[in-house]
């Protein structure tokens, strides 16, 4: 296993003042980093009997797709607003600098789905907790969550629901 963990960046300033964001763009450019991240996110779920992943938009796209790759499972799209072709559900949440939207296709999974939900970072919370009510509206049944990054003095595992596992790699 590499040592990939130095591969994400501190952005400071960025996306506003104040905000020092994680990027991980130079984890996913390093082809034995990624695969090692991949790995570690994959592990607790791999005996969970799923149907899917759900990648939150953006880089829980480029995550939860590698990552339902390995599972072996299918991938669906949690997507900002108009992104999405057919019927949605929409769900607004809050961000540590603003609020926005969520979409899911109202028919991207039949009711009684096992999935586990995939981001990049989990800062507040706001946007893992907006994707767990659309899957809930879905009838989806969400085994968990899991997120290379853990932004822990934010709070957001305390908004979690201590009921579906969540599984930070990375916690700073």
């Known amino acids: 296993m590499t040592d990939w963990p130095h591969l994400i960046r501190d952005v400071p ?3 506003k003042p104040g905000i020092v964001f994680k990027d991980i763009t130079p984890l996913l450019a390093d082809r034995a980093g990624f695969a090692a991240a991949i790995d570690a996110m994959a592990q607790p779920w791999r005996d ?11 880089r829980g796209f480029i995550l939860g797709a590698a990552l339902a790759y390995v599972l072996g ?11 999405l072709p057919a019927r949605t559900l929409s769900q ?3 961000l540590e600098y603003g609020s ?14 096992r999935a586990v939900l995939i981001d990049d970072v989990l800062a507040t919370g706001g946007t893992l907790l907006a994707a767990h009510a659309l899957a809930e509206r879905l009838g989806v049944a969400v085994v968990g969550a899991a997120v290379l990054v853990e932004l822990g003095f934010l709070g957001g595992r ?3 629901d201590a009921a579906a596992p969540l599984h930070a790699v990375l916690r700073y």
Do not use: C
């Open 48 to 58: 969970a009997r799923l149907d899917a992943v759900i990648g939150i938009e953006s």
């Open 92 to 94: 607004e949440y809050a």
């Open 158 to 160: 305390q908004r979690w």
């Open 73 to 83: 499972v299918g991938f669906v799209p949690v997507r900002k607003p108009g992104k």
């Open 13 to 15: 300033d960025f996306p």
């Open 100 to 113: 926005d939207h969520l979409h899911i296709h109202a028919d991207a999974l039949p009711k009684g789905a």
